[in-house]
């Protein structure tokens, strides 16, 4: 009888210990970087709340700057309104910057742009890409290191937008599942509600990861954690989890297909430069 692998595995760890360790990590690279501190985009989502109340604790409220960048056509009211009480809660710097002049900019300026039905994913990830120059802008100006708000589960699924919120500096939680960011989240302080929102990128108007995705986040982490931590070959997964193998498939084959975002891009083998 195989051993059963589930949720409670997943997020069975030690929170007290991987908050010190990731706070360590976040001083140790903006010291290294010979940086003033930190910069990272907060959503109102659990990422970015996590994230920033690491940065917090790591490098204390007056070395953390919390950009806002909504865009009214996709972002609701009511993530702004998580994002501010979130900044106000730990007493950061916070800096509201509106991209919708910057994303009408672009869409007036490409001669290709059509509408925002036919253009959803490319203007999605525009809009990424627009918040991390911005992002940098600061990050530049003020000696700032871009704290990323990635997770180890958007990541290995490359569920992100390849030089847009994966372009940054450092990943603090990185190495966590979704779901475990969620208790580490709460962990720290982050309120309930928002530790445990539905995630979204907010790319485009209705968008949530697990509607796109058509699979939980939950899901995802016992397959991942079974192929990444336990190593259980795919096909024997199913056995193990009591999820289907078409969903194992599914997320094993986002996770190959997204291979490109987690490397740099690739150059021609260096054999073929003529040498004397």
């Given at each position: 009888m195989v051993e059963k692998i589930t949720i409670n595995d997943v997020v069975s760890i030690d929170y007290g210990k991987a908050a010190e360790k990731?706070?360590?990590?976040?001083?140790?690279?903006?010291?290294?970087?010979?940086?003033?501190?930190?910069?990272?985009?907060?959503?109102?989502g659990v990422d970015s709340a996590t994230v920033l109340f690491l940065s917090v604790k790591a490098l204390g409220k007056d070395r953390v700057t919390a950009l806002i960048m909504p865009d009214?056509?996709?972002?609701?009211?009511?993530?702004?309104?998580?994002?501010?009480?979130?900044?106000?809660?730990?007493?950061?710097?916070?800096?509201?910057?509106?991209?919708?002049?910057?994303?009408d900019v672009y869409k007036s300026s490409l001669p290709i742009y059509e509408d925002e039905e036919k253009d959803k994913v490319p203007l999605g990830n525009l809009r990424a890409r627009i918040r991390m120059t911005i992002l940098y802008y600061y990050a530049n100006k003020n000696n700032l290191l871009v704290a990323g708000t990635g997770d180890r589960s958007e990541i290995l699924i490359g569920y992100f937008t390849k030089y847009g919120d994966g372009a940054v500096d450092m990943l603090p939680i990185g190495i966590l599942y979704k779901?475990?960011?969620?208790?580490?989240?709460?962990?720290?302080?982050?309120?309930?509600?928002?530790a445990f929102k539905p995630s979204s990128p907010r790319l485009w108007p209705g968008q949530t990861a697990e509607g796109e995705l058509g699979i939980s986040y939950d899901e995802i982490d016992v397959i991942l954690y079974s192929l990444f931590d336990k190593n259980i070959p795919l096909e024997k997964i199913p056995d193990y989890t009591g999820i289907s193998l078409e969903k194992v498939r599914k997320v094993y084959e986002l996770y190959v297909k997204s291979e490109h975002k987690r490397r740099m891009p690739p150059t021609p083998p260096l054999d073929i430069v003529a040498r004397s």
């Open positions: 990731i706070a360590e990590f976040i001083a140790d690279r903006v010291e290294s970087a010979g940086a003033k501190g930190v910069v990272l985009g907060v959503s109102g009214a056509l996709v972002t609701p009211s009511k993530d702004v309104e998580d994002a501010k009480n979130l900044t106000e809660l730990v007493g950061v710097k916070t800096h509201i910057v509106n991209i919708s002049p910057i994303v779901s475990q960011v969620r208790r580490l989240a709460e962990y720290l302080g982050v309120p309930r509600d928002i």
